[in-house]
């Protein structure tokens, strides 16, 4: 009987395994750094607020991410700045004081959800501050976040990430800082996820 479990088990791990072998460099993903890659296992989303797929993509496939990571696994989220023109730096800056003040989740649906299905046009970092202040964040907790040390930095990393990833559009997958998943030969979000858990658990 427990033979015939484990047999059973191994069988059930066959299809996974196969797949997990036919991802290959250059149709799957690609090499971004031929350096060593994170110190531990990591998938990092890049997006921008103003991409409606980004939009999309928040509402199904980073819940699903989140949900079936595997163990040990962590997932980043990196704001680009290269979409919306002179906006696109402060929405990276807006990303990085929600990330600062604790309230990334709330004002990623609030940012997402006034551009989008509220076709409201930003032109200033006080449009971006009214809307924090209408989420509940004081405005004096948005200013000094937003010229803090720490937003400032977190911009500079995303930039550099960016750059780094080689990015020609978003959303995109990023894992150990090593990989990017090539969404091209994708046939679905689930074969997009099970590709960016390989990559996370591959030793280099």
Known sequence: ????LLMAAALLALPFMSLAADYKEGVHYEVINEGPGSAKPEITEFFSFYCPH????SKTVVPMIEAKKPEGVAFNQAHVDFIGREMGPEMSRAFAVAHQLKVEKKME??????IHDQKQHFTSRDDVRALFVANGVAAKDFDA?????MVNAQMSKMKRDTENAK???VP???VNGKYRVMNDNIKSYDE?????FFLANKKD
């Open 54 to 57: 980004c939009y999309n993509f």
């Open 145 to 149: 976040a937003a010229n803090s040390f």
């Open 172 to 174: 995109a997958l990023v």
């Open 167 to 169: 990015l020609s559009g």
């Open 192 to 196: 997009m996820l099970d590709i960016a």
């Open 1 to 4: 009987m427990k033979k015939a």
């Open 109 to 114: 649906q609030a940012l997402f959800a006034a």
